[in-house]
């Protein structure tokens, strides 16, 4: 029965703190979806060292990720939870994919773009192939889709050209793999700049609420983010700091537009502001009380990423030696 379900694939970044938009656009619908779907989830160590971490940091990071996925609601029995670093079979297809990937394609990457031109220092040949390793993460797997934010689409779309060129080149391999991604959360904008991403690497902390920030800190900045003059409470492209803010509205309580609108018309954003900060410090309360207990349960996590690695290798095993067999690498 399990054999007939799609795959799904997803990773998330251990390079910072994750933020209620990781959250809204992309691991929701891991939750969302991990019944109907045979899900891999997996925390994207190899991406982060596309800029410099610190080690000891970045180990713990890595495991606080997969605390994260569960105390949100991933189920380490129906899902295969893992760290890529612990799949090789990631950078086999990395490498079969590079000598596919056309240097053009890739500096028109636009992440690369602004990545390359923020840190002069940093700019190393990983950085410029990293969509490169995305597409080998997804293909490796035939996933059938990927819930990722609207930042990732432009990868997903090398992704797609990848499957599509090795399949002409080759033969038949590759699924083609779909992004599945929100509409309204697919980009939860920055609380103090509504023009930019709220992200894990802002240098204004005030700027991204992050899951594991205290509820008062919490509190306190969605009641202090920017919004508007007009002092109209509605829902238009022309108000996107308030816009912003009722689509996290709508996301933390399953509530629809016209139901909120009608709620706060004619009164203040004050108030609106107050009551969005409850609803979304009590929700990330709950889902601290329940990071807490599973982080201090190493040796579980460290059983869950056994079985994790174990399984994703499983499921990558095949294809692979299928691909090097296709490229003409001898097999004894
Ligand atoms: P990253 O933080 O780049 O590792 O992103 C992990 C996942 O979260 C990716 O699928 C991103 O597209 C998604 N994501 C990150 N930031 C946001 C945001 N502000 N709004 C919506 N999705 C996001
Ligand atoms: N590049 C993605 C990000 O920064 C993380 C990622 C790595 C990913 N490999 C992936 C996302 C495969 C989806 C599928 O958000």
Redesign the pocket.
Known sequence: MTDKKKTLL????P??D??I??Y????KNFIKLQDEYDCYIGV?DL?SITVPQVAAELRKRSREIVAIYLALGLDPDKVTIFIQSHNPDHLKLYWVLNSISYMGQLSRMTQFKDKQSRADENNNAALFTYPTLMAADILAYNADVV??????QQHMELARDLAIRFNSRYSETFTVPESIINES?????SLRNPEK????SDEDKNASIFLLDPLNVIRKKIKSAVTDSLNNFDYNDEQIALKNLIDIYLAFTGEDLDQVLAKYKGKGYGEFKADLADIVANDLENFQNKYNEIISDKERLDQILKDGAEKSQRKTRNLLDKVYRKVGFLQL
Not at 147 to 152: H, L, S
């Open positions: 997803s990773l998330v970044q390079s910072g994750l933020t938009g990781n809204l656009g992309a691991i994207a991406h819930p990722v934010g609207i930042d990732q959360t697919r980009k939860i904008m991403k709220m992200s894990k």
